[in-house]
T-cell receptor
């Protein structure tokens, strides 16, 4: 099946630094990728839709200047948490839509997630 | 607005027994897809089963089946012959309006299988 990777799987950083998380579709092209955030014992909340070659679409309440998304190729999207603070500590999950499958399904494949801890 | 509701924050089931996890949804879109995912403590999202809104039959995947009642807007997950490895968080999700393909997730149900 389709595989999506994320790197790093875990990251610990100091408050005020920036952290970049990569999301790659390994065996398919993905013009659309999604970034989710999940706090402990809570559900996945969509942060933004990443579109290859264009600007990301952010969900209401998500600071676009804080969470920078770049989707420079059909297999890679990056999320950069700028000037991270302890409240940004969370589990970040990406997913990629495989246009090769039936369009009506809108199938997404999920990465394994990145656990960010900001000290 | 589209919404997914999971009313069971936690469930217990005895090993080898069947368990039903509830999911109701709300949408005005005539075309939609419903998904169930399992999330173990590692955090990865494991796809379990999918039901399309126009599918005539309930979806089944091994020990997983989806009890789809369109008129009631419910899509309950049934796990048969529960195993200890089934202990995890389970999320119901709906594919949103066709133009965006966004997923909307429920709040999840934590299932604990007892030996």
């Amino acid at each position: 099946g389709a595989v999506v990777s994320q790197h790093p799987s875990r990251v610990i950083c100091k408050s005020g630094t920036s952290v970049k998380i990569e999301c790659r579709s390994l065996d398919f092209q993905a013009t659309t990728m999604f970034w989710y955030r999940q706090f402990p014992k809570q559900s996945l909340m969509l942060m933004a839709t990443s579109n290859e070659g264009s600007k990301a679409t952010y969900e209401q309440g998500v600071e676009k200047d804080k969470f920078l998304i770049n989707h420079a190729s059909l297999t890679l999207s990056t999320l950069t948490v700028t000037s991270a603070h302890p409240e940004d500590s969370s589990f970040y999950i990406c997913s990629a839509r495989d246009e090769g499958r039936a369009i009506a399904v809108g199938w997404q494949y999920f990465g394994p997630g990145t656990r960010l801890t900001v000290l | 607005a589209q919404k997914i509701t999971q009313t069971q924050p936690g469930m217990f089931v005895q090993e080898k027994e069947a368990v039903t996890l509830d999911c109701t949804y709300d949408t005005s879109d005539p075309s939609y897809g419903l998904f169930w995912y399992k999330q173990p403590s590692s955090g990865e999202m494991i796809f379990l089963i999918y039901q399309g809104s126009y599918d005539q039959q309930n979806a089944t995947e091994g020990r997983y089946s989806l009890n789809f009642q369109k008129a009631r807007k419910s899509a309950n997950l049934v796990i048969s012959a529960s195993q200890l490895g089934d202990s995890a968080m389970y999320f119901c999700a709906m594919r949103a309006t066709s133009g965006t393909y966004k997923y909307i997730f429920g709040t999840g149900t934590r299932l604990k299988v007892l030996a």
